[in-house]
């Protein structure tokens, strides 16, 4: 086999995106079961970078407040251990690949560890959605974190979905 640059790529990505790809460890830091909230759960990890990432996974009700949507929303962002309020949504022009794999092990354990032991209705929510933010700042404009974020979950068995919302937010829908 001739190995040129198009295929040490193809070599490099599939070795990257493998199931088995590396993630950093991670902690079940806010269950919400135990502050009388089971919708929300937050999960902290820290990176090679000396990042701290906050991974929120929650539930929503309607707009008119009594009904569930029937989905998880999940969100994650860096934060500063001496403000825990001052969530950062922004890139960090790190690229590290393994802070996504994380974030999917985080939602296999979620599924795996927590929901089951969720009151009704939440234990039986098995939609979830995911913002995946835009590299060029044109809403609708930039699918590439979005397609690679899909071909992750893809190799990790999980099929989905990209949508746009109305405010031109990519959207990233999948059930586990």
Same mark, same amino acid.
Request: aromatic share 10%.
């Given at each position: 086999?001739?190995?040129?640059?198009?295929?040490?790529?193809?070599?490099?990505?599939?070795?990257?995106?493998?199931?088995?790809?590396?993630?950093?460890?991670?902690?079940?830091?806010?269950?919400?079961?135990?502050?009388?909230?089971?919708?929300?759960?937050?999960?902290?990890?820290?990176?090679?970078?000396?990042?701290?990432?906050?991974?929120?996974?929650?539930?929503? @009700?309607?707009?008119?407040?009594?009904?569930?949507?029937?989905?998880?929303? $999940? *969100?994650?962002?860096?934060?500063? !251990?001496? %403000? +825990?309020?001052?969530?950062?949504?922004?890139?960090?022009?790190?690229?590290?690949? @393994?802070?996504?794999?994380?974030?999917?092990?985080?939602?296999?354990?979620? $599924? *795996?560890?927590?929901?089951?032991? !969720?009151? %009704? +209705?939440?234990?039986?929510?098995?939609?979830?959605?995911?913002?995946?933010?835009?590299?060029?700042?044109?809403?609708?404009?930039?699918?590439?974190?979005?397609?690679?974020?899909?071909?992750?979950?893809?190799?990790?068995?999980?099929?989905?979905?990209?949508?746009?919302?109305?405010?031109?937010?990519?959207?990233?829908?999948?059930?586990?």
């Amino acid at each position: 086999m001739k190995l040129n640059r198009k295929t040490l790529r193809k070599l490099i990505l599939k070795e990257i995106f493998e199931k088995g790809a590396a993630a950093y460890k991670f902690v079940h830091a806010v269950d919400g079961r135990q502050r009388g909230r089971p919708e929300a759960h937050e999960y902290t990890f820290k990176t090679d970078h000396d990042l701290t990432y906050l991974v929120f996974i929650y539930a929503k @009700k309607q707009n008119t407040g009594d009904e569930w949507t029937g989905s998880w929303d $999940v *969100s994650f962002s860096t934060i500063d !251990l001496q %403000d +825990p309020l001052d969530v950062n949504m922004d890139l960090t022009g790190k690229h590290d690949i @393994k802070v996504l794999n994380t974030v999917i092990q985080v939602v296999k354990d979620f $599924v *795996s560890n927590v929901r089951p032991t !969720l009151p %009704d +209705p939440l234990y039986t929510f098995t939609h979830f959605k995911c913002e995946a933010q835009q590299e060029r700042g044109i809403p609708g404009g930039d699918t590439r974190r979005g397609r690679i974020y899909q071909y992750m979950l893809k190799k990790q068995g999980i099929s989905s979905e990209l949508s746009l919302d109305e405010y031109g937010s990519i959207i990233i829908e999948f059930v586990i």
